[in-house]
T-cell receptor, first 113, second 114 residues
Framework: GDSVTQMEGPVTLSEEAFLTINCTYTATGYPSLFWYVQYPGEGLQLLLKATKADDKGSNKGFEATYRKETTSFHLEKGSVQVSDSAVYFCALSDSTGFQKLVFGTGTRLLVSP | GAVVSQHPSRVICKSGTSVKIECRSLDFQATTMFWYRQFPKKSLMLMATSNEGSKATYEQGVEKDKFLINHASLTLSTLTVTSAHPEDSSFYIC??????????FGDGTRLSIL
Protein backbone atom coordinates (compact mmCIF):
# COMPACT_ATOMS: atom_id res chain seq x y z
CA GLY A 1 0.00 0.00 0.00
CA ASP A 2 0.86 3.65 -0.09
CA SER A 3 3.35 4.89 2.48
CA VAL A 4 5.32 7.95 3.53
CA THR A 5 8.76 7.94 5.13
CA GLN A 6 10.11 10.93 7.02
CA MET A 7 13.42 11.53 8.67
CA GLU A 8 13.35 10.91 12.39
CA GLY A 9 13.67 13.81 14.73
CA PRO A 10 14.03 15.78 16.67
CA VAL A 11 15.74 18.27 14.42
CA THR A 12 17.40 20.91 16.56
CA LEU A 13 18.46 24.18 14.96
CA SER A 14 19.45 27.66 15.96
CA GLU A 15 17.35 30.58 14.82
CA GLU A 16 18.05 31.65 11.23
CA ALA A 17 19.51 28.27 10.29
CA PHE A 18 18.54 26.46 7.10
CA LEU A 19 15.99 23.67 7.46
CA THR A 20 15.51 20.50 5.46
CA ILE A 21 13.16 17.72 6.48
CA ASN A 22 13.30 14.77 4.13
CA CYS A 23 10.19 12.97 2.93
CA THR A 24 9.89 10.13 0.43
CA TYR A 25 6.82 8.25 -0.61
CA THR A 26 5.60 5.05 -2.19
CA ALA A 27 2.34 5.17 -4.08
CA THR A 28 0.46 3.76 -7.00
CA GLY A 29 -0.99 6.30 -9.35
CA TYR A 30 -0.38 9.99 -8.97
CA PRO A 31 -0.94 11.15 -5.40
CA SER A 32 -1.08 14.70 -4.14
CA LEU A 33 1.54 15.55 -1.53
CA PHE A 34 1.19 17.66 1.58
CA TRP A 35 3.06 19.06 4.54
CA TYR A 36 1.10 19.63 7.73
CA VAL A 37 2.29 21.32 10.91
CA GLN A 38 1.11 20.56 14.43
CA TYR A 39 1.77 22.96 17.28
CA PRO A 40 1.66 21.58 20.84
CA GLY A 41 -1.83 20.57 21.94
CA GLU A 42 -3.40 21.46 18.63
CA GLY A 43 -4.68 19.74 15.52
CA LEU A 44 -2.95 19.82 12.16
CA GLN A 45 -2.70 22.81 9.89
CA LEU A 46 -2.04 22.51 6.19
CA LEU A 47 1.30 24.15 5.48
CA LEU A 48 1.64 23.53 1.74
CA LYS A 49 0.74 21.09 -0.96
CA ALA A 50 1.58 19.99 -4.51
CA THR A 51 -0.73 18.08 -6.77
CA LYS A 52 1.50 17.00 -9.65
CA ALA A 53 5.12 16.35 -10.55
CA ASP A 54 7.44 19.38 -10.49
CA ASP A 55 4.89 21.51 -8.64
CA LYS A 56 6.37 23.59 -5.85
CA GLY A 57 4.24 24.29 -2.82
CA SER A 58 5.18 27.26 -0.67
CA ASN A 59 3.85 29.07 2.38
CA LYS A 60 5.30 31.18 5.22
CA GLY A 61 8.82 30.80 3.84
CA PHE A 62 8.56 27.01 3.62
CA GLU A 63 8.68 25.24 0.29
CA ALA A 64 8.71 21.72 -1.12
CA THR A 65 8.93 20.40 -4.67
CA TYR A 66 7.12 17.29 -5.90
CA ARG A 67 9.88 15.13 -7.39
CA LYS A 68 8.41 12.15 -9.16
CA GLU A 69 11.77 10.78 -10.30
CA THR A 70 13.03 10.50 -6.73
CA THR A 71 9.56 10.10 -5.14
CA SER A 72 10.40 12.87 -2.71
CA PHE A 73 8.82 15.99 -1.25
CA HIS A 74 11.46 17.49 1.03
CA LEU A 75 10.50 20.49 3.16
CA GLU A 76 12.89 23.45 3.24
CA LYS A 77 13.09 26.87 4.82
CA GLY A 78 15.94 29.28 4.42
CA SER A 79 15.86 30.82 7.89
CA VAL A 80 13.89 29.24 10.72
CA GLN A 81 12.40 31.10 13.67
CA VAL A 82 11.68 29.97 17.21
CA SER A 83 8.00 30.10 16.35
CA ASP A 84 8.55 27.37 13.74
CA SER A 85 9.10 24.84 16.53
CA ALA A 86 6.44 22.19 15.97
CA VAL A 87 5.93 18.72 14.54
CA TYR A 88 5.85 18.49 10.76
CA PHE A 89 4.01 15.72 8.95
CA CYS A 90 4.45 14.74 5.33
CA ALA A 91 1.39 13.13 3.78
CA LEU A 92 -0.02 11.90 0.53
CA SER A 93 -3.57 11.48 -0.61
CA ASP A 94 -4.59 8.49 -2.59
CA SER A 95 -6.63 8.61 -5.76
CA THR A 96 -9.88 7.18 -4.41
CA GLY A 97 -11.59 10.52 -4.59
CA PHE A 98 -12.20 10.66 -0.84
CA GLN A 99 -8.86 12.34 -0.14
CA LYS A 100 -7.79 9.69 2.34
CA LEU A 101 -4.45 10.80 3.73
CA VAL A 102 -1.46 8.64 4.55
CA PHE A 103 0.87 10.31 7.04
CA GLY A 104 4.53 9.95 7.78
CA THR A 105 5.57 9.55 11.40
CA GLY A 106 6.23 13.26 11.87
CA THR A 107 9.43 15.17 12.55
CA ARG A 108 9.76 17.39 15.59
CA LEU A 109 11.59 20.65 14.95
CA LEU A 110 13.11 22.55 17.86
CA VAL A 111 14.47 26.01 17.15
CA SER A 112 16.48 27.77 19.83
CA PRO A 113 17.16 31.50 20.03
CA GLY B 1 -9.88 29.83 5.38
CA ALA B 2 -12.07 26.85 6.10
CA VAL B 3 -12.64 26.11 9.74
CA VAL B 4 -13.37 22.85 11.48
CA SER B 5 -14.47 23.03 15.09
CA GLN B 6 -13.96 20.07 17.40
CA HIS B 7 -15.51 19.86 20.83
CA PRO B 8 -14.67 19.26 23.60
CA SER B 9 -10.97 20.02 23.55
CA ARG B 10 -10.35 17.98 26.64
CA VAL B 11 -12.37 15.47 28.60
CA ILE B 12 -11.61 13.45 31.69
CA CYS B 13 -14.02 10.74 32.74
CA LYS B 14 -14.32 7.53 34.67
CA SER B 15 -13.80 4.11 33.19
CA GLY B 16 -17.01 2.62 31.80
CA THR B 17 -18.60 5.86 30.67
CA SER B 18 -19.28 6.83 27.07
CA VAL B 19 -17.84 9.99 25.59
CA LYS B 20 -19.08 11.89 22.56
CA ILE B 21 -16.82 14.13 20.47
CA GLU B 22 -18.28 16.52 17.93
CA CYS B 23 -16.71 17.74 14.72
CA ARG B 24 -18.29 20.59 12.81
CA SER B 25 -17.36 22.21 9.53
CA LEU B 26 -18.26 25.86 9.98
CA ASP B 27 -18.11 27.31 6.51
CA PHE B 28 -18.30 24.51 3.97
CA GLN B 29 -20.26 21.35 3.33
CA ALA B 30 -18.22 18.40 4.51
CA THR B 31 -19.19 15.47 2.36
CA THR B 32 -16.48 13.37 3.97
CA MET B 33 -15.16 13.41 7.51
CA PHE B 34 -12.25 11.49 8.94
CA TRP B 35 -11.43 10.46 12.49
CA TYR B 36 -7.85 9.95 13.60
CA ARG B 37 -6.20 8.81 16.77
CA GLN B 38 -2.76 10.04 17.76
CA PHE B 39 -0.59 8.36 20.35
CA PRO B 40 2.10 10.36 22.15
CA LYS B 41 4.91 11.34 19.82
CA LYS B 42 3.42 9.23 17.07
CA SER B 43 1.75 9.91 13.77
CA LEU B 44 -1.95 10.03 13.14
CA MET B 45 -3.72 6.72 12.72
CA LEU B 46 -6.84 6.86 10.58
CA MET B 47 -9.70 5.21 12.41
CA ALA B 48 -12.57 5.66 10.01
CA THR B 49 -13.92 7.58 7.05
CA SER B 50 -17.51 8.73 7.01
CA ASN B 51 -19.56 10.10 4.16
CA GLU B 52 -22.66 12.10 4.91
CA GLY B 53 -25.69 9.88 5.20
CA SER B 54 -23.72 6.64 4.96
CA LYS B 55 -22.22 4.20 7.40
CA ALA B 56 -18.63 4.86 8.30
CA THR B 57 -15.83 2.78 6.81
CA TYR B 58 -13.51 1.61 9.55
CA GLU B 59 -9.81 0.84 9.17
CA GLN B 60 -8.57 -2.61 9.95
CA GLY B 61 -8.24 -3.21 13.65
CA VAL B 62 -10.63 -0.47 14.72
CA GLU B 63 -13.66 -1.74 16.64
CA LYS B 64 -16.76 -0.23 15.11
CA ASP B 65 -18.88 -1.15 18.13
CA LYS B 66 -16.41 0.63 20.36
CA PHE B 67 -16.03 3.77 18.28
CA LEU B 68 -19.43 4.80 16.97
CA ILE B 69 -19.38 7.35 14.19
CA ASN B 70 -22.36 9.32 12.98
CA HIS B 71 -22.33 11.73 10.05
CA ALA B 72 -25.95 12.75 9.77
CA SER B 73 -25.47 16.15 8.18
CA LEU B 74 -23.04 17.96 5.92
CA THR B 75 -21.69 19.97 8.82
CA LEU B 76 -21.55 17.55 11.74
CA SER B 77 -19.96 14.23 12.56
CA THR B 78 -19.70 12.65 15.98
CA LEU B 79 -17.44 10.01 17.45
CA THR B 80 -18.69 8.19 20.53
CA VAL B 81 -16.25 6.13 22.52
CA THR B 82 -18.46 3.60 24.25
CA SER B 83 -17.66 2.11 27.64
CA ALA B 84 -14.31 3.85 27.64
CA HIS B 85 -11.34 2.32 29.42
CA PRO B 86 -7.88 3.71 30.24
CA GLU B 87 -6.40 2.22 27.05
CA ASP B 88 -8.77 4.45 25.06
CA SER B 89 -7.03 7.51 26.44
CA SER B 90 -5.55 9.35 23.49
CA PHE B 91 -5.68 12.45 21.33
CA TYR B 92 -8.50 12.22 18.80
CA ILE B 93 -8.54 14.48 15.76
CA CYS B 94 -11.22 14.93 13.14
CA UNK B 95 -10.94 16.38 9.69
CA UNK B 96 -13.44 17.37 7.05
CA UNK B 97 -13.29 17.64 3.30
CA UNK B 98 -15.74 18.68 0.66
CA UNK B 99 -15.99 19.56 -2.97
CA UNK B 100 -12.88 21.52 -3.90
CA UNK B 101 -11.83 21.48 -0.26
CA UNK B 102 -8.81 19.54 0.98
CA UNK B 103 -8.93 18.10 4.46
CA UNK B 104 -9.20 20.67 7.21
CA PHE B 105 -8.44 19.50 10.73
CA GLY B 106 -10.01 20.22 14.06
CA ASP B 107 -7.86 21.12 17.05
CA GLY B 108 -8.25 17.68 18.57
CA THR B 109 -9.73 16.25 21.75
CA ARG B 110 -7.56 14.96 24.54
CA LEU B 111 -9.43 12.08 26.17
CA SER B 112 -8.27 10.83 29.55
CA ILE B 113 -9.99 7.83 31.12
CA LEU B 114 -9.37 7.30 34.80
Amino acid sequence: GDSVTQMEGPVTLSEEAFLTINCTYTATGYPSLFWYVQYPGEGLQLLLKATKADDKGSNKGFEATYRKETTSFHLEKGSVQVSDSAVYFCALSDSTGFQKLVFGTGTRLLVSP
Amino acid sequence: GAVVSQHPSRVICKSGTSVKIECRSLDFQATTMFWYRQFPKKSLMLMATSNEGSKATYEQGVEKDKFLINHASLTLSTLTVTSAHPEDSSFYICSASGQNQPQHFGDGTRLSIL
